[in-house]
T-cell receptor, first 115, second 111 residues
Framework: SAVISQKPSRDICQRGTSLTIQCQVDSQVTMMFWYRQQPGQSLTLIATANQGSEATYESGFVIDKFPISRPNLTFSTLTVSNMSPEDSSIYLC????????????FGPGTRLTVL | KQEVTQIPAALSVPEGENLVLNCSFTDSAIYNLQWFRQDPGKGLTSLLLIQSSQREQTSGRLNASLDKSSGRSTLYIAASQPGDSATYLCAVKENTDKLIFGTGTRLQVFP
C-alpha cells in the first residue's frame, strides 16, 4: 500500500479566497490524481498530475480554477481558486501502486467548506 | 460513456448477517475493478482489486466477484460486524488511469 498524507485535513474559507491543498506520498510515484467528492456524491476526477509536465484536466475542470503543481515525484498541490460555496467538497489525492501499478490508493482527504 | 451503478443505495442489517453488495457497469471493456470503503468524512481504503482477467478476489471476510461480460461485480461480506459500517464504493478503470466510481452503498450493521 501507499502512505499518503494531505494538509490541511479540513478548512473553512470565505467566498472569493483560494486554498492550496498539499499531498505527500511516502515514495516516488509517476502519476498523482486529484479527485473531488461533493456532499452526498461519489468521486470525480479533477486532473492527473505528472512530474515535469502540465496537469491533464478532465472535462469540466480548468487550470485557472484548479491549478496544480507537481515539483517532484512525492509531492503535489491543488489550489482551489476564487472559491464559492459550490466548491465545498472533500478533495482527495490518489496514486497508483502495487503489482503492475494497478491498484489505486487515496489520501485521507481535505474537507473544504466555503461560506 | 461508462456509468457505474450500485445497489442498494443503503442497507441496514443486524450483526452476523452475510451481505451482498452489487455493482454494475455499462461498458465491459474495463481494465480492472476496485472496491473501496469510506468512513464518514474520511478518505478511501482499498479493499479488493480484481483484474479484468480474474473472476474473484478474497480478503478475510470479503469476497469480490467479477462478471465482465454482464457488467457486474458483487462484494460479499461474511458475518457482518458493527465495524463494517461504512460506505462501500466500486470503481472501474478503463484504458486510461481514470477511475469511474459508482454511487456507493451506505451500510449500517447494528449490534
Amino acid at each position: 500500500s501507499a502512505v499518503i498524507s494531505q494538509k490541511p485535513s479540513r478548512d473553512i474559507c470565505q467566498r472569493g479566497t483560494s486554498l492550496t491543498i498539499q499531498c505527500q506520498v511516502d515514495s516516488q510515484v509517476t502519476m498523482m490524481f486529484w479527485y473531488r467528492q461533493q456532499p452526498g456524491q461519489s468521486l470525480t476526477l479533477i486532473a492527473t498530475a505528472n512530474q515535469g509536465s502540465e496537469a491533464t484536466y478532465e472535462s469540466g475542470f480548468v487550470i485557472d480554477k484548479f491549478p496544480i503543481s507537481r515539483p517532484n515525484l512525492t509531492f503535489s498541490t491543488l489550489t482551489v481558486s476564487n472559491m464559492s460555496p459550490e466548491d465545498s467538497s472533500i478533495y482527495l489525492c490518489s496514486v497508483l501502486r502495487g503489482k503492475g501499478y494497478n491498484e489505486q490508493f487515496f489520501g485521507p482527504g481535505t474537507r473544504l467548506t466555503v461560506l | 460513456k461508462q456509468e457505474v451503478t450500485q445497489i442498494p443505495a443503503a442497507l441496514s442489517v443486524p450483526e452476523g448477517e452475510n451481505l451482498v453488495l452489487n455493482c454494475s457497469f455499462t461498458d465491459s471493456a474495463i481494465y480492472n475493478l476496485q472496491w473501496f470503503r469510506q468512513d464518514p468524512g474520511k478518505g478511501l481504503t482499498s479493499l479488493l482489486l480484481i483484474q479484468s482477467s480474474q473472476r474473484e478476489q478474497t480478503s478475510g471476510r470479503l469476497n469480490a466477484s467479477l462478471d465482465k461480460s454482464s457488467g457486474r461485480s458483487t462484494l460479499y461480506i461474511a458475518a457482518s460486524q458493527p465495524g463494517d459500517s461504512a460506505t462501500y464504493l466500486c470503481a472501474v478503470k478503463e484504458n486510461t488511469d481514470k477511475l469511474i466510481f459508482g454511487t456507493g452503498t451506505r451500510l449500517q450493521v447494528f449490534p
